[in-house]
């Protein structure tokens, strides 16, 4: 950028100073001719700017030969001129002077800055209109003409992300930012540095990672699919098989969701078939098997069963199955799974297929509307949950505990899926599995019905057991065991015990999650996402 700027300076250094010779060579051809018209300097410069602008008045002209051709090498420049000036014009009217100069007069609005414009950046961009009445879209990179333009007003700059956030002179919110390649971050050269600026940075990652820096957060398009699967699908009561073809990211996301919050009744035995490779996945939980029945069903408890082999040839597991997920990360060889279950087997439970786009007629999930929203991506809603649990946490216990800017990203974990779990607590109290999200009337009505029922103490004892299975799993998930003192390093817990043994005072912190729902409406209001 310095050496083009020093070029360009160079270059107008040299015009002046070829003008100013010309001028000079004209004044003084002219003025030593007896009854010429350019007598004075001022003359020359008169004559110039006349026939540089091609206006052409006629009052002044040269009678020398060596006039005459300082003439025409102005009327040639005036050629040259015109072009030049036309060129600037359609350039700042169809280029990026004009949407930069239009930028300016918009800075006390909300900017959002996609680091490179795809499919996804432009769900994301139009999700954001709908929520966001003084967004103002910012793509940092020409559009491509044969792209169809975005149904939604945004600009097309390719210039650098600090000239943008410059542009916007820290007036109004901050500028945030959208890295929507997978593992941009540091990688995209129209973020450089971007952990430097005054922005808020979301980058799209596949490593599960929360944050990077204070202003660099990451967000995982798999959990978000799987997030949202279980969310607009919750388990039900009556289904006892689950099988999952296809274990790559979706479906690695979608069985951890499900470890990690499908959680309905204390005596539930949910078998999840699972058909892929899943050798990584239980070499990184190794200690699953405290919970769960490892490749064995069983009667007791939650069952993880793998396969390795191709799906179609376990025939009874299939037509068992209340509900067969297909979530292959190739779309096409969801397709060709769905369309040869439908052809040449007896199913009798529902078919989830994810798909990048909407599909009629089909149980689909996992679109590009789905995933990429504003709420899915920041997740500030579900944050500001996972917050208040930690607060209420916090005052039903006696012991000092740290508020939630203090947690490491472990235990912020824990709070967010006591968070994600609420829909299923609403469910279990309300006993209405119609209810496939989360709604303000649905969390007062529920939270109504948990403190009348909690009087009752083996109502209130299955309350807190539920809690315990969940806050469980997730601690196993990450491989923590049983010790008599709490160890961060040894990964030890004294309530990985079971929870007969646990104290009364620690079955008493299971509260806390229940005691959220009456929180949605008196802290939370009407801005909590689940409605």
Known sequence: MKMRKKVYLSFVGVLAAVYFILLLILYYSESAQEGAAICTFGDAVWYSLVTLTTVGYGDVVPVTPLGHAVGVVFLLLATGITVTLLGAAISFFTGEVMPLFLLGFQRKKNWYYFADYGVEANVLAADICREDPDAVIIFGEKRDEHSEAPDYSCFFLNTSLAGIVARKKNIGTKCRVFLMRENDIGVNSRAKQVHSLPVEVYARTTNGQERLSGNINFFHCYDCCARQYWLSRPLCRKEKTIVLIGFGNYGWSILERAILINVIAVDQCVRYHVFGDAKEFLTLHYRLGQVFSINEESNTRDSLIFHDGFWGEQREVLEKADRIIICEDDVQAGWNIFWKLNRFYKTRGRIDLRNNR??????????????????????????????????????????????????????????????????????????????????????????????????????????????????????????????????????????????????????????????????????????????
């Open 358 to 531: 909407k599909a009629p007629g089909v149980s689909y999930f996992g679109t590009y509307e789905e995933i990429y929203t504003l709420r899915n991506i920041m997740r500030t809603d579900l944050n500001r949950a996972a917050i208040a649990i930690n607060d209420i946490f916090r005052r039903s216990v006696s012991y000092p505990t740290l508020d939630w800017k203090d947690l490491d990203e472990f235990h912020r974990q824990s709070k967010i899926v006591a968070a994600d779990h609420l829909h299923m607590k609403i469910r279990i109290l309300l006993e209405d599995e119609q209810i496939t999200g989360l709604s303000l009337y649905a969390a007062e009505r529920a939270y109504q019905k948990y403190r009348e029922t909690k009087a009752v103490e083996a109502v209130n004892e299955t309350y807190r057991r539920l809690d315990y299975m969940r806050w469980l799993r997730f601690y196993v998930f990450y491989n923590w065991r049983y010790g008599a003192a709490h160890d961060e390093a040894e990964r030890q817990h004294p309530m990985l015990c079971g929870y007969g043994k646990l104290t009364p005072e620690q079955k008493k912190e299971r509260d806390a999650a229940w005691e959220l729902l009456g929180l949605i409406s008196k802290e939370l209001g009407d801005r909590i996402a689940f409605r």
